[in-house]
């Protein structure tokens, strides 16, 4: 085997997801900033608009939180989860959901312009940076609560080890000190 080959996404992924289910706190943040790239534009090629392809690519985000039996082959993850964001997406598009139809290309062959880009992957590493910030509790706490749209208090509890009364109160100071570092970095979230 060459030492000196880089390691691919998918090999990278696997190894997150490992780590991820043997329980480590921030694999699941890493393995989302691996992949999401990845799903988006799996998602954006069935010509979704943003918003719609946003929430296709949380929605498979939620499925792997929600089922992580489903894959037994660590390996098989960035696999897995192309699949699903790609039978989404199709389910989506089926139903008729919110889609944007193809006008011309802009120029780039990008849906966003240079500048779009720029700001999106910049606020998106302030973002990041800033949650790195945030205890391990918060993180945990946030990251779990958002990929759930209606958190149940209960099943928090248990899996973040924490009396059920304390959670919403947690979220919100976690929350405001994300806000804080955030605004520190001249990202205003309003």
Not at 18 to 37: F, H, K, N
Not at 46 to 71: G, M, Y
Not at 85 to 94: D, I, M, P, S, T
Not at 163 to 178: D, E, H, V
Request: net charge neutral; aromatic share 6%; hydrophobic share 40%.
């Amino acid at each position: 085997m060459d030492r000196s080959a880089q390691p691919t996404v998918w090999t990278v992924a696997a190894e997150h997801y490992r780590q991820w289910r043997d329980g480590s706190p921030t694999a699941m943040d890493e393995l989302v900033r691996c992949l999401t790239p990845v799903l988006w534009q799996v998602v954006r090629a069935q010509r979704l608009d943003a918003e719609t392809a946003a929430d296709v690519v949380q929605s498979t985000w939620l499925a792997l939180v929600r089922h992580p039996d489903a894959i037994r082959d660590a390996d098989a993850v960035g696999g897995w989860l192309v699949t699903t964001a790609r039978r989404e997406a199709w389910r989506v598009v089926k139903a008729g959901a919110r889609t944007e139809p193809m006008g011309e290309l802009p120029e780039t062959g990008q849906g966003a312009s240079a500048e779009q880009e720029a700001t999106t992957r910049w606020t998106g590493r302030v973002l990041w940076d800033a949650v790195a910030q945030l205890s391990q509790r918060c993180q945990r706490l946030l990251r779990v609560a958002a990929f759930l749209d209606r958190p149940n208090y209960r099943q928090l509890a248990g899996e973040l080890d924490m009396p059920m009364g304390s959670i919403g109160p947690t979220r919100s100071r976690c929350l405001a000190r994300l806000r804080t570092l955030l605004a520190a970095e001249g990202v205003d979230h309003a």
